[in-house]
């Protein structure tokens, strides 16, 4: 007796390629609020910061293939220290907000929360992008159908139903995954499966929980 075979998902599929667009529009963002955060708050020599980042997304663009999910070392490897970037500023501004937070020295409520939604922010895409480029090994990995076990198990592979047609995680679905992780604190519809994925969620929400509790507690205090 011979049974019908079941044809795989189309995420397990080689399908066509991610455009990059998205994912320069949201870096552009974060090295936009990290150079506009106020000096108190940035790193030393924080706009050098900002320009060396700017100069690795440039070369990001002008060495990547005309799609994302082709192979590109290079450009995978400038990419993933680009991201790293971001986030050694990021933390650092965090740490320098919580420490000002602690000691009173913010007075002004616009310039907190200013200055905590821009790090909110800028984790959430930072994240996002961890996200993105480690799942089932990045996205040329995703495009080639090169792993088949999945790091974030989307409601679409667990029931066809839900999903459209063509369907596949691309980097708006995890730009969702840290939004949502840094709102609930906690996963909301995708669940990290392997220990990597669990141990960077849980980073992020400890992450912000700490700076959206401070944030709020000092800005009520300020506006008593």
């Known amino acids: 007796m011979t ?6 998902p189309h995420w397990l599929r080689e399908h066509e390629q991610e455009n990059r667009g998205p994912i320069l529009l ?15 708050l940035a790193i030393p020599h924080h706009k050098v910061f ?22 590109h070392v290079p450009q995978r490897t400038l ?4 991201n790293s970037f971001m986030m050694l500023s990021n933390t ?12 009173g020295s913010i007075t002004s409520p616009a310039k907190l929360l200013w200055s905590g939604f821009s790090i909110w922010l800028s984790n959430i895409v930072i994240f996002s992008l961890w996200y993105w480029d480690f799942d089932r090994g990045g996205p040329a990995a995703r495009a080639d159908a090169v792993d ?7 409601p679409q592979m667990t029931d066809p139903a839900y999903a459209e047609p063509g ?20 996963p909301t519809d995708a669940m990290p499966l392997t220990r990597w ?13 700490i700076l959206v509790g401070l944030v709020i507690a000092r800005a009520v205090n300020i506006l008593r």
Do not use: R
Not at 148 to 154: G, K, R, Y
């Open 148 to 154: 088949s076990i999945p790091d974030f198990l989307f």
């Open 167 to 186: 369907w596949h995680p691309s980097y708006p679905d995890y730009l969702y995954v840290s939004v949502t992780n840094a709102s609930a604190f906690s």
């Open 92 to 103: 650092a501004s965090a740490i320098l907000l919580v420490g000002k937070i602690v000691d």
């Open 3 to 8: 049974f019908p075979e079941i044809p795989q």
């Open 26 to 40: 949201v870096v552009l963002s974060v090295i936009a609020l990290q150079f506009f955060i106020p000096k108190s």
């Open 197 to 209: 994925a669990k141990l960077l969620m849980s980073v992020q929400s400890i992450t912000s929980l």
């Open 50 to 71: 900002c320009f060396v980042e700017a100069v690795l997304l440039t070369s990001i663009v002008l060495i990547a293939p005309k799609k994302l999910g082709l192979p």
């Open 79 to 82: 990419a993933l220290v680009l």
